[in-house]
């Protein structure tokens, strides 16, 4: 029964948020493991208008209700949406079991899709009651992964610290010490028999025609292991395949060549780097020059960074390159985006962050979306020679290959000098040789002397 009072408890304040519509109804709500259910109590009284107050046997179960719901809550976790062009990937990994705790925005697994991984981080604290998928598994967006009950955190038995174990190895060696004097003692009282002494049986006789025959049919190779290995190819390697080969397929790719004289540009990297690294913490690279050179060399010959779409070109005004990065998935091509408003030191920056992001497997679709044209430096793996791949829907790619000393003839005279070979892949449906020829001609020439760049 309700009596009634001037002033509610605190702990009655908290049972009991608010009053509604009079005195006759009380509001709670409680957390279920499903979901979060509203559930409305009628209590009957026969106060007039003095404030209501429940009696301990009420406030007591009412305690015991909402501490047992609230103790059972758990959270589904789901599939997070990844992008507008990706709705599935494929389970890497969970890095809990069932009946491990995990702390809220831990990792609880890894998606890999065809371009990044994505990480799914555990929304509350609690433990894990139920993983609904293996590793490899396809999983879309959406789909439950695990469940979690909320609770506070404890230490799970494989978290748990291998003290005990390098105790009881720590004990097995003493017991074993201890074994071994009775041990002794127990050979000391009891001799060893003598052993009988057999006649030794002759060995059977073999004649050469049997072993040259054995060793005739007996291939030498069988020493050897001929083992094989099959894996699963990952999402990333089967889309890497699939874009190449969609590439050779759809374009008509010619590739050009041309050699330059890497002389002016090591001397200018040779006499400034010192001084860029003190000032502004860049290493001054290659790539920031031959960045700026292809952008100045696209202003004579916009087809290299246009476009077919259907049955129109499509001619930019700005230069998004793609920077071709070895991971160890694959290859990606994080986008450097309006490249012809950077200086060579801002290019080299931002090369250096989506670098670090490709190899820590931090990047995201934004940064690989969008390239318009894209360079890719074999010469850092030793490459002498090579024939890129355009990256479609683009028109062309140049390749960059290592800088060897060879000798050249300059003024007449044979001297040796450090080379690069260059290649440009061009799709021969939008760029005539004529146009392919020339970027790339201007581009050796802005290398060979990069004082002309500041002439554009």
Known sequence: ?????????????????????????????????T????????????????????????????????????????????VPPMAESLTEGSLKEFTKKVGDYIKQDDLLATIETDKIDIEVIAPVTGKITKLNFNPDDTVVV?????????????????????????????????????????LKKDEKKEPAPAPSKREPTPAPATSAKDTSASSSTTPSWTSFSRNENRVKMNRMRLRIAERLKESQNTAASLTTFNEVDMTSLLEMRKLYKDEIIKKNGIKFGFMGLFSKACCLASKDIPGVNGAIEGDQIV???????????????????????????LSVLEIENELVKVSKKARDGKLTLEDMTGGTFTISNGGVFG?????????????????????????????GQIVSRPMMYMALTYDHRLLDGREAVTFLKTVKELIEDPRKMMLF
């Open 1 to 33: 029964m309700l009596s009634r009072s001037n002033t509610l408890t605190s702990t009655s304040r908290r049972i009991i948020p608010r009053i509604l519509k009079g005195p006759n109804a009380v509001r709670t709500v409680s957390t279920t493991s």
């Open 35 to 78: 979901a979060i259910k509203r559930q409305y109590h009628l209590i009957k009284t026969n106060y007039t208008s003095s404030p209501l107050t429940l009696n301990n046997t009420v406030l007591s179960s009412s305690l015991t209700f909402y501490n047992h719901a609230h103790r059972f809550a758990s959270t589904k976790v789901e």
């Open 142 to 182: 959406g789909d439950e992964l695990a469940t979690i009950e909320e609770g506070e955190f404890q230490e799970s038995s494989s978290d748990a610290p291998a003290e005990t174990k390098e105790e009881t190895t720590k004990k097995e060696p003493s017991e074993t010490k201890k074994e071994e004097p009775s």
């Open 315 to 341: 001619y930019r005004d700005f230069v998004d390159i793609s920077m071709a990065v070895a991971t160890p998935k694959g290859l990606v091509t994080p986008v450097i985006r309006n490249v012809e408003s």
């Open 383 to 411: 490459s002498l020679f090579g024939t890129p791949i355009i990256n479609m829907p683009q028109t062309a790619v140049l390749g960059l290959h290592g800088v060897k000393e060879r000798p050249v003839s300059i003024n």
